[in-house]
């Protein structure tokens, strides 16, 4: 074992990679922004109404559908989108192999990624299910309705991280790409070579990164890879990736068995020529106890208020998440002048109250509600990884939206497993039907998922835009190189092994294309979708 000096945190040496040779460091060199004929002929496909505008002072191009934002094209930075209609798509069947071909055909072309000495490799495709449940009717089956596929960059054979390399299309049943993500610039050598650490100091740097991970609990590191980071800004630089989980010690003060934490962290194989994302506290706004709410002035229409409320009692990455989300709409109106404004108006400490018995002034009061908790399937908990729990069969029969005299739009749970769908259990309907009084969708995982997963921040960018929010939920998840790596877990519910980070969805019937300036009530529903990747 490594000499960690901490015998909760095991890791061994073996686990590292071994690098003989120095590395190369590349440098980034201009993006490649696809044409507008390309980003045009996937808008189309999507809305044939959408027209493209300039943003940002001509510094992007965005095409929209009414308000609903389809395509857009950072041209300073290179980041590209498209996001897909789902009520208009009709199912299909083998949409993997659909996107595997047009996978093909556009490596082939080289346009979106020119060759510079690296590669992209097709990661296999996960597939897009919905179904939907009227009142007293049968479920309709699962269909296919999308497939999406991601691309990994590789570097001689080692694999890319980081937000400043994107690449992901899904491809419907008419083999048209209805959703796009992409972000590339071409490399040259730097001139730069890393040389290796020994293998014992990159333990010590992990072990230091954990170490700021709950006392009483064993860590055990699960995988080591060898890699390079695109930070999106200079260089493409030589990395070690750890995968962790946490497993806190059951206590007299734990009313169940603590849920695993999954994280994931870098070191540099030397010394980094750019600064790379560290676990641990991050200098962020914390929020606060949640007081009872004052009376407040409603915010103008089209002015969608935000909660935040964080699990107490555990990792700072919770924290990281909920202000990335902020900050992801923030930086939508105030650097893009998106078309959304948004009112900040809780963020709190999670508690039980706020989401049963006091639900009007807290959770009920917003429209827009964010959740950075633990969870399980229709279970989520406030305080640490076990305790002060709320089983969503538990919400007042009232539940929340405007039929319930409340606000509640859309509920974002960052949380692993609360969001279980068709594929997992024939009942994931039923819970939702008290519930939604008003609300237009609840967006989740079905599986376990990264806490450190890097999803919030652009989902709230890009919502903040006008993106469709169940949509943009899902490319975000699906896009996010977090889960390219094929890790699985054992879920207890199923006992089977799951992949990680399978996004999930909960919407009335004829609104999963709602954006979030859509916060108007919605009666009680008679209908219900959901919307889940496979595995």
């Known amino acids: 074992m490594a000499d960690t000096k901490s015998p909760r945190i095991h890791l061994s040496v073996d686990q590292i990679p071994e690098v003989k040779d120095p590395m190369p460091v590349l440098k980034l060199e201009s993006p490649v922004v696809p044409s507008e004929d390309r980003l045009a002929e996937m808008a189309k496909a999507v809305s044939p109404q959408a027209s493209f505008r300039d943003m940002n ?9 009414g308000k609903r934002l ?40 080289r346009e979106l990624f020119p060759y510079d000495g690296t590669a992209m490799v097709p990661v296999s495709p996960v597939t897009l299910m919905g179904s939907r449940h009227s009142r007293g009717e049968q479920r309709t089956e699962p269909g296919e309705y999308l497939a999406y596929l991601r691309f990994q960059r590789q570097v001689d054979g080692v694999p890319v991280f980081g937000p400043g390399t994107r690449g992901m299309i899904a491809v419907a049943a008419d083999d048209s790409v209805h959703g ?32 700021t991970s709950e006392k009483t609990a064993d860590v055990k590191v699960d995988k080591v ?46 010394d980094a020529p750019e600064a790379l994302p560290a676990l641990g506290a991050k200098e962020a706004k914390r929020p606060g106890p949640a007081k009872k709410a004052k009376p407040a002035e409603p915010p103008p229409p089209g002015d969608p208020t935000v909660g935040r409320y964080v699990v107490r009692n555990d990792t700072d990455e919770w924290v990281t998440s909920a202000n990335e989300f902020l900050g992801g709409l923030m930086l939508a109106r105030g650097l893009f002048g998106g078309p959304i404004p948004f009112t900040d108006s809780q963020y709190y400490w999670a508690e039980p109250r706020l989401f049963v018995s006091q639900k009007e002034s807290f959770v009920d009061s917003v429209n827009i509600a964010l959740n950075e908790v633990h969870g399980n399937w229709w279970y989520f908990t406030t305080r640490d990884n076990a305790d002060d729990g709320v089983s969503l069969s538990s919400i007042p029969s009232t539940g929340y939206g405007g039929g ?87 879920d207890g519910n199923r006992d089977i092994d799951e992949p990680m980070g399978r996004a999930s969805a909960v919407v009335v019937c004829g609104h999963t294309d709602d954006t979030a300036a859509d916060v108007a009530p919605l009666p009680r529903p008679n209908c219900l979708a959901e919307w889940w990747f496979n595995n």
């Not at 290179?78 to 993997?96: C, D, I, Y």
């Not at 796009?180 to 100091?201: C, D, I, K």
């Not at 060898?226 to 200079?234: C, H, I, K, M, V």
């Not at 749970?413 to 024939?426: A, G, L, M, Y």
């Open 225 to 270: 890879t060898l890699g390079y980071y695109d930070s999106g800004r200079d260089f493409l630089q030589p990395v070690y990736r750890f995968h962790a989980t946490v497993a806190s010690r059951p206590t007299k003060k734990h009313k169940l068995n603590p849920a695993d934490r999954h994280v994931f962290g870098y070191v540099s194989l030397s």
């Open 57 to 65: 002072n001509g510094a992007a191009r965005a095409a929209y559908d």
């Open 180 to 211: 796009f993500a992409h972000r590339w610039r071409t490399t040259v050598p730097s001139g730069e070579n890393l040389e290796p650490r020994p293998r014992a100091e990159i333990a010590k740097a992990i072990v230091a990164q954990l170490g």
């Open 70 to 109: 389809v395509a857009l094209a950072n041209l300073k930075t290179g980041e590209s989108r498209v996001f897909p209609s789902l009520e208009s798509l009709k199912p299909g069947r083998q949409l993997a192999e659909r996107a595997k071909a047009a996978a093909e055909r556009i490596l082939g072309e």
């Open 404 to 490: 319930a005299g409340g606000s509640l739009a859309y509920w974002i749970i960052h949380s692993c497993e609360v969001v279980p769908t068709q594929t997992d259990e024939s009942t994931s309907f039923d819970v939702w039907w008290n519930i939604f009084n008003g609300l237009h969708a609840v967006v989740g995982y079905r599986t376990e998922m990264w806490i450190d997963d890097d999803v919030t921040g652009p989902f709230g960018f890009f919502i903040g835009l006008g993106a469709p929010v169940v949509p943009a939920w899902l490319s975000e998840v699906a896009g996010n190189d977090s889960y390219d790596d094929g890790d699985t877990y054992h």
